[in-house]
């Protein structure tokens, strides 16, 4: 099993901060890999809340996912329902008087080829971080990288 966390302090209040990542149509803004989230319904996320993000990993890709958990203010969690690798996307927030401490955690199992290169991807620098520091950067009013 693949598990990534990385946690970056914010310098806004948990409300703006949640607002923003619970939009879907702000993630390839932060999330490069992400070029475009499709949402069938229009209005606020939700539990049940399906997405179908297109994404640039070994080519590129759609993949369909459903808010799996939602706590407005603390939490929501996204799993992907298909393709050869699912993984399931938790965004953790919690106030610190004016900022945010902010967790972004990913997690999946590996299967087919990955299954062997699971060691290796085990080493590889985490773009999980790389995401968390280009939301910081962007919503402090920065250019995320």
């Known amino acids: 099993m693949i598990d990534q966390t990385h946690t970056v302090t914010i310098n806004r209040p948990v409300s703006e901060v949640f607002d923003f990542v619970a939009d879907p149509s702000n993630e390839p803004r932060w999330h490069f890999d992400v070029k475009e989230v499709v949402r069938p319904k ?13 994404v640039k990993f070994l080519g590129t890709k759609s993949y369909v996912g459903e808010v799996t958990a939602f706590e407005p203010n603390r ?23 004016d900022r945010t401490s902010y967790t972004r955690r990913v997690r ?17 620098p985490s773009p999980n971080k790389r995401w968390a520091e280009n939301l910081k950067l962007l919503l402090e009013g920065g250019q995320p990288k």
């Open 108 to 124: 999946f199992e590996t299967a087919g080829i990955f299954s062997v290169m699971e060691p290796l991807i085990k080493r590889m």
């Open 42 to 54: 229009e209005g606020p996320i939700a539990l049940g809340t399906t997405f179908e993000w297109v």
């Open 75 to 97: 939490f929501i969690e996204m799993t992907t329902l298909e393709g050869v690798v699912t993984p399931k996307l938790t965004h953790t927030f919690q106030a610190d008087g």
